[in-house]
């Protein structure tokens, strides 16, 4: 049996129930994303569904129960059936536009978040059933990391020479830190699983450049200090991102022994029990009123204009 993943209740973390979106399961009992806040309707989101079937993965493995066992293998197979081949790799697409501030993405786009996911399924399902099949679609996900986002993958190479493998591949974008990291703990797996050492080459880029430019994903103000959510324009990473930055430093260092990550989560872990949800700082109470007031009004603005464009 395949180790659990690292995060307990990962899916449910990650969609813990708000105003923005609803979760419902089809006919099949796939789950689907009901986008409300963005008018989306309900929507298969890979990413989520590998998130769900890790979870119900871990819950099989501490329970023995056969409905988890059943419903993971059910969101692997999804998986198995729905990558896109483009011959040499194969991706998950997204079927919906996504448009926030800062990102403007025209369906079909894809995701290294998902691409990653969907390889720590994968990798739990060959491993569980013994059947080929999940490895080989796993190879072609994980092909998708050396394909430009020009010609259809996830990689990207910027100015300074830094590999990033981009949440969201898109015409518009910036570096969002969970989503990196989610996909490189996936190309880990498998090199894990298969030792495939173009997975740990993979892997180990993507972690130079994670070392060389963890402090762009501070926040680092006088008053008011945590994790960003990208390097570019939503400065903060809010309370459940910055939960998953910790995890994660947490996990790269298990993994990697560097010493950067075992800094970035104490320091991390520090921001959140001074400046958290559970503290008096009044500083946090400053920083989320005046950023939740900028933020929400950009949002609406942004929005509109783009859609506006579209149309």
């Not at 023995?64 to 419903?71: A, F, I, N, R």
């Not at 996909?183 to 450049?209: R, S």
């Not at 949800?277 to 929400?296: E, Q, V, W």
Request: glycine content about 6%; aromatic content about 16%.
């Amino acid at each position: 049996m395949f180790k659990k993943y690292f995060i307990e209740s990962v899916f449910e973390k990650m969609f813990p129930g708000t105003n923005e979106y609803n979760i419902s399961i089809d006919k099949n009992g796939i789950i689907l994303v009901d986008y409300v806040a963005h008018n989306l309707g309900k929507r298969y989101n890979p990413a989520a569904i590998a998130l769900y079937a890790l979870s119900q993965y871990n819950m099989f493995v501490d329970t023995g129960k056969d409905q988890y066992k059943e419903s993971f293998l059910n969101h692997a197979n999804w998986l198995v059936d729905n990558l896109i081949d483009k011959g040499k790799f194969g991706v998950w697409h997204y079927d919906f536009p996504w448009i926030t501030p800062g990102y403007l993405c025209s369906p079909p786009w894809i995701s290294s978040m998902a691409q990653g996911l969907g390889i720590s399924v994968l990798v739990r399902a060959c491993e569980m059933t013994k059947n080929v099949k999940y490895l080989e679609v796993a190879k072609k996900a994980l092909t998708s990391f050396e394909v430009p986002i020009s010609e259809g993958g996830v990689l990207y190479i910027d100015k300074k020479g830094d590999v990033w493998y981009e949440e969201y591949a898109c015409q518009k974008r910036a570096q969002v830190l969970n989503g990196i990291i989610f996909a490189l703990i996936g190309v880990y797996e498998m090199y894990e699983y298969t030792k495939d050492k173009n997975a740990k080459e993979i892997f180990d880029k993507g972690i130079q450049t994670l070392k060389r430019r963890l402090s762009d994903f501070e926040l680092n103000l006088v008053f008011f200090k945590s994790s960003k959510y990208d390097s570019n324009l939503l400065i903060y990473a809010g309370d459940k991102y910055h939960d998953f930055h910790i995890e994660q430093m947490k996990k790269l260092y298990e993994i990697t022994k560097e010493e950067i990550f075992d800094e970035y989560q104490k320091r991390w872990e520090s921001c959140k029990k001074k400046y958290g949800p559970n503290s008096k700082s009044k500083g946090r109470f400053i920083f989320i009123l005046i950023y939740s007031i900028i933020y929400a009004r950009f949002l609406r603005f942004y929005t509109r204009y783009i859609q506006n464009t579209i149309n």
